[in-house]
C-alpha cells in the first residue's frame, strides 16, 4: 500500500494520524505501517532455498503458506545478523502475498502525525532511498519510515511485482 493511499485513508477517518510498528536493526529503529503487519513471530528454524542471495534466510511454512523470510539487517548492510531470543519475523500481508521480515527486535507501536513526519534526506546518486517515506520523531526517537511495498517490489528484492 503505497503512502499517498494510506494518507488518503487518514483523510478520510479525520485525523492525521497514523500507527507504525517500530523494529530495531543493530543501533537503529525503523517503522513500517501497522496496517501492512499481519503477525510477529519467534525466530523458528527456516529451510535455506539453494542460490538465494544472503539476505534471503530461507523460507517458513505458516499454516500451509509457504513465507520467504529476509534478513533485514543483511538486505540493508547493518552489520552482521544477530540471532538470539529478541530476534523475530514480523509477517507481512503486501498486496496479498506473505512476506517475513527477520528483524532484532520489535520495539512497540506509534502513532505518528503528519506533522512528526519529516521527508527523507535528498541523498542523491548515491543510494536510492525511493522505499524510505520519512523519518518519524517520537519521545526523543527517531523512526526511519519504510515503504515497504516499493521495498519489497524493488529490482534487488523482486518478490512481488511492483503495483
Known amino acids: 500500500m503505497s503512502e499517498a493511499v494510506l494518507q488518503d485513508e487518514a483523510a478520510q477517518d479525520g485525523t492525521d ?3 507504525y510498528l517500530a523494529f530495531r536493526l543493530g543501533p537503529e529503529e525503523y517503522g513500517i505501517h501497522i496496517l501492512q503487519t499481519q503477525e510477529i513471530r519467534n525466530l523458528e528454524p527456516l529451510t535455506r532455498i539453494a ?3 544472503d ?3 530461507g523460507v517458513l511454512n505458516l499454516r500451509g503458506v509457504i513465507v520467504p523470510v529476509i534478513d533485514m539487517r543483511l538486505r540493508f548492510a547493518t ?3 544477530r540471532m538470539d531470543e529478541a530476534t523475530v519475523n514480523i509477517i507481512l500481508n503486501i498486496r496479498g ?3 517475513g521480515m527477520m528483524v532484532d527486535s520489535v520495539s512497540d507501536v ?3 502525525s503528519q506533522a512528526a513526519i519529516k521527508p ?5 546518486s548515491v543510494f536510492s532511498t525511493d522505499f524510505i ?3 518519524g520523531e517520537v519521545d526523543q526517537r527517531m523512526l526511519i519510515l519504510l515503504d515497504i511495498d516499493k521495498l519489497i517490489s524493488s529490482p534487488e528484492l523482486g518478490l512481488i511485482q511492483p503495483a
Open 17 to 19: 494520524e497514523q500507527e
Open 51 to 53: 542460490n538465494a542471495p
Open 55 to 57: 539476505y534471503l534466510r
Open 79 to 81: 552489520g552482521e545478523a
Open 97 to 99: 502475498h506473505v512476506i
Open 110 to 112: 506509534v502513532t505518528l
Open 120 to 124: 527523507p534526506p535528498d541523498l542523491g
Open 133 to 135: 517515506t520519512g523519518l
